[in-house]
């Protein structure tokens, strides 16, 4: 299937879950995800299936003045 992963079309599995997403990007910690602008608390990476077209926002904290 295909989901936008920070505005970039990926294809992952047909039972791809958020953990899927994060994992294809390598994202590093920390992070917050949201899915179709829904924030999805960490516990929950690993239960929430993504379905194709699903839009999907991994986002880091930004420091420095």
Not at 18 to 29: M, N
């Amino acid at each position: 299937m295909k989901v936008l992963i920070n505005q970039q079309t990926h294809e992952l599995d047909g039972d791809a879950t958020l953990a899927d997403a994060v994992a294809a990007i390598e994202a590093k910690p920390p992070f917050a995800a949201a899915v179709n602008t829904q924030f999805v608390p960490k516990t929950q990476y690993t239960h929430h299936a993504l379905r194709d077209g699903d839009q999907v926002e991994i986002i880091s904290p930004v420091t420095g003045g």
